[in-house]
């Protein structure tokens, strides 16, 4: 079974840029996604990525601020999330899907432990 680990979190000002990376152990899946939970709220997807093709989605709260992206060859999959808000202080997960797969998390089978991003005003 692929194994995900999340880094890259921290805390930064509002209007600062934190990168998340998610490295995968085992075979590369059709899909790796980022979710978030804030403290006392549900969680809900960010942005996924289609394993070799040219699709990304992003939920429309960080769309123009976020951006996935792929390493290939090292089988690993980045978050570069620029402008940030307190309103994107979260813990951020990485998830990988077995299909091609939209941001509802039903679709991800496999979770990585998550990373803090803590962003003040």
């Known amino acids: 079974q692929v194994q995900l680990v999340e880094s890259g979190g921290g805390s930064v000002q509002a209007g600062g840029s934190l990168r998340l990376s998610c490295v995968a152990s085992?075979?590369?899946?059709?899909?790796m996604g980022w979710f978030r939970q804030a403290p006392g709220k549900g969680r809900i997807g960010v942005a996924t990525?289609?394993?070799?093709?040219?699709?990304?989605l992003y939920a429309y709260s960080v769309k123009g601020r976020f951006t996935i992206s792929q390493d290939k060859n090292m089988n690993a999959v980045y978050l570069q999330m620029n402008s940030l808000k307190p309103e994107d202080t979260a813990m951020y997960y990485c998830?990988?899907?077995?299909?091609?797969?939209?941001?509802?998390?039903?679709?991800?089978?496999?979770w990585g432990e998550g990373t803090q991003v803590t962003v003040s005003s």
């Open positions: 085992g075979y590369t899946t059709r899909s």
């Open positions: 998830a990988a899907s077995k299909d091609y797969a939209d941001l509802r998390q039903l679709q991800y089978s496999v």
């Open positions: 990525i289609w394993i070799g093709r040219d699709v990304t």
